[in-house]
């Protein structure tokens, strides 16, 4: 609750957006398990203390920042599931991961890539419990741990280049490589690519 207060004071906003920056910065040279909250808070030009006042931990203002984004891109891609063709979702996840570049090269790349993966596979696993079909010839738990892996290692890999690959090669690769297989697979009605 404290929190949920706390969120809706600018200044506590501000706070907290220079405490996830100053992380993410450091992700850029550090790994995770080499930064410390005072790190972070020094890096934010910030007291020590400040940064306990927001967070209870390191690896809880990372899970809530991974949390955020995936979250935000599995809504954004839900919505047009049901509504748009392949070309139109992978094209979608194209222009999420341009817009927010920097954020994602430094979470798949950086050295916080093992936390964010296994959030975004819990993530993915609780989504598709909600969407399983009980005709699926795939265990849902082997299908959605493959697919996700797939999905970060493809974005990652792409971020890693110097933006020589355009939006459509990073669209076609995934069709390729993830949606055809998963469409493949899968007898859900749900799932309409």
């Known amino acids: 609750m404290i929190r949920a207060e706390q969120s809706m004071d600018p200044r506590a906003i501000r706070t907290r957006k220079a405490l996830q920056d100053a992380l993410l910065e450091l992700l850029k040279t550090d790994s995770f398990d080499q930064i410390t909250p005072r790190h972070i808070a020094a890096k934010a030009g910030l007291a020590h ?29 839900l919505q047009l599931l049901g509504t748009s063709g392949l070309r139109a979702v992978a094209l979608s996840y194209a222009d999420y991961f341009i817009e927010k570049r ?58 890693r280049q110097d933006q020589g690959h355009s939006v459509d090669f990073f669209a076609d690769m995934l069709i390729e490589l993830l949606f055809d297989p998963i469409r493949k697979a899968s007898t859900s009605p749900n799932l309409k690519f």
């Open 102 to 159: 920097e954020l994602w090269s430094v979470l798949l790349n950086g050295g916080a890539n093992a936390i964010v993966r296994e959030e975004w596979l819990k993530l993915a696993r609780s989504q598709a419990r909600e969407h399983a079909h009980p005709g699926d010839r795939l265990p849902h738990d082997l299908s959605t741990a493959f697919a996700t892996s797939a999905l970060v290692e493809i974005v990652g890999w792409w971020l």
């Open 49 to 77: 203390g400040t940064f306990y006042r927001h967070h209870p931990s390191k690896e809880a203002m990372l899970d809530e920042l991974a949390k955020k984004e995936i979250n935000d891109l599995h809504q954004r891609q």
